[in-house]
């Protein structure tokens, strides 16, 4: 009786969930049309609610404040939170086509690429990776299957990614979708094919911030004004424009969208467009947050932008979970070659100089984490390098498991034995008359529910 009760619950929740993505589509549907040409993000005045009640909405201040009381300025380098990300990736019925693990080691470097060049303080990690057989389902229906899929397929605790070939959306039909943040269920969609700063753009959205060109073409009612000093007077005190229109951030200049407004060389072309108080444009053409014609201009995200992807990821209910102020989270973070579970990804290294690496864990939920136990490592021997190796793996003192290695060819062929070796211990692999091509180490440990991160350096030496 009691799980009778309990599936009928769970059904009642689940067609709910459903009523309100369908009636939430369909009030919303006609009011959001944001397309561009090369890439385009649909996430925008479905935001619109979210926004009226921000903190720092007409006071930009609360930014700074937050940024001091975090202390951000002493230590901006500081990674300051770790983000497990769930990749959804649909492939045809055969398993065949969609994106590739290549692709996915591409999108979550760039994505911490961008992140730990403007220093937000956020770095990103692969929870895990679902893989998705329906060729049916390769294209999404933009509006309510988009929805639909994106609320079953939806795990807690981490940013889901959907990776699709395309959109299909009846209006507008002539122009690109390339992704969209989804703020019912609050997932990432991206067209597999896509630029460096896709994915970088909608976790953007993610963490709260809007498009700088929001409303650029509402008129003098609602259109940000290019001067950063303009006010109206409510309630007695003067309030900048520029804090509560387009993405309600002082820092951000105000754009029209900028497709088309930006040259070859990435140079603003749009200086003779004026705004409705008869200033002329004098935008930033990159802002990751932007459309500019070519989306390679954009790498850049403004202090207040990193002010409130921080604070966002902070407010977030999962934020405690991925906080480096919190010691027991130290455990996930992880080493620069990171993903390299498998030999097609695997992370390349310089020779001749030692490298550290750990075998991190993967947050699941509050009482359990995955083991990452096992990693691939490459390294390039060029024409004119020498011809024989030796490479030294040294466990840490402190681990708790033995580890093993084995070295390869390109063609995973082994050229040396399966070696193991537990703390003060080490492995050394070889082989000499190696030709110019890369080369593969595989590191493993045996899976362990220990909180203990066991660690290893790698150092590849070739030698006459």
């Known amino acids: 009786m009691m799980c009778k009760l309990g599936n009928l619950i769970k059904e009642y929740l689940k067609y709910n969930r459903i009523m309100f993505a369908f009636l939430f589509y369909m009030f919303y549907a006609d009011i959001n049309a944001q397309f561009l040409d090369d890439e385009v993000c649909i996430s925008g005045t479905r935001m619109e609610i979210d926004y009226r009640k ?55 470097t760039d994505l911490n690429k961008f992140n730990e060049l403007n220093q937000t303080g956020i770095q990103f990690y692969i929870r895990e990776t679902k893989h998705i057989n329906n060729s049916s389902r390769q294209i999404f229906g933009y509006y309510l299957e988009a929805t639909l899929q994106t609320i079953f397929r939806h795990t807690k605790f981490a940013v889901n990614v959907f990776l699709i070939d395309a959109f299909k959306k009846k209006q507008e039909s002539r122009k690109v979708v390339r992704g969209t943040y989804n703020m019912v269920t609050k997932s990432i969609i991206l067209q597999r094919k896509n630029s460096s700063t896709g994915l970088t753009h909608e976790v953007g959205h993610y963490f709260g911030l809007l498009h700088p060109h929001r409303h650029y073409d509402k008129g003098i009612s609602k259109q940000e004004p290019v001067s950063r000093t303009r006010t109206k007077n409510e309630n007695g005190k003067g309030i900048l424009f520029c804090e509560e229109r387009g993405d309600l951030l002082s820092d951000t200049k105000a754009e029209p969208k900028l497709t088309h407004l930006v040259d070859n060389d990435c140079n603003f072309t749009g200086t003779a467009l004026k705004d409705a108080w008869g200033d002329n444009y004098q935008s930033d053409v990159n802002n990751i947050m932007s459309y500019p014609t070519h989306s390679v201009c954009r790498d850049t995200f403004t202090l207040s932008q990193k002010g409130v992807m921080l604070y966002s990821a902070e407010a977030n209910k999962y934020g405690k979970y991925w906080s480096t102020d919190k010691e027991v989270n130290h455990k996930y973070f992880f080493d620069k070659t990171e993903p390299n579970e498998y030999m097609e990804i695997a992370g ?104 203990h991160v066991d660690k290893y350096s790698v150092d590849v030496e070739l030698f006459d």
Not at 85 to 104: A, C, E, L, P, T
Not at 383 to 389: F, H, I, L, M, P
């Open 54 to 108: 921000k903190p720092w909405k007409g006071n930009n201040k609360f930014l700074m404040n937050y940024l001091e009381k975090v202390n951000y300025f002493e230590n901006k380098g500081k990674v300051r939170f770790l983000v497990p990300v769930k990749f959804w990736v649909y492939h045809d019925n055969k398993g065949q086509g969609g994106s590739s693990i290549s692709d996915i080691k591409e999108f979550i």
């Open 348 to 451: 390349a290294i310089p020779t001749g100089e030692k490298q550290q690496f750990n075998f991190h864990k993967i947050f699941l939920s509050k009482r359990k984490d995955k083991n990452d136990t096992c990693d691939w490592i490459k390294f390039e021997v060029k024409q004119e390098d020498k011809r024989n190796v030796r490479i030294i793996i040294v466990p840490d003192v402190t681990n708790t498991n033995p580890i093993t290695a084995v070295f390869y060819d390109k063609n995973q062929m082994a050229l040396s034995k399966v070696k193991t070796a537990k703390a003060g211990e080490q492995i050394e692999l070889g082989f000499t008359g190696l030709v110019s091509d890369w080369y593969y180490i595989h590191i493993s440990t045996n899976e362990t529910e220990s909180k």
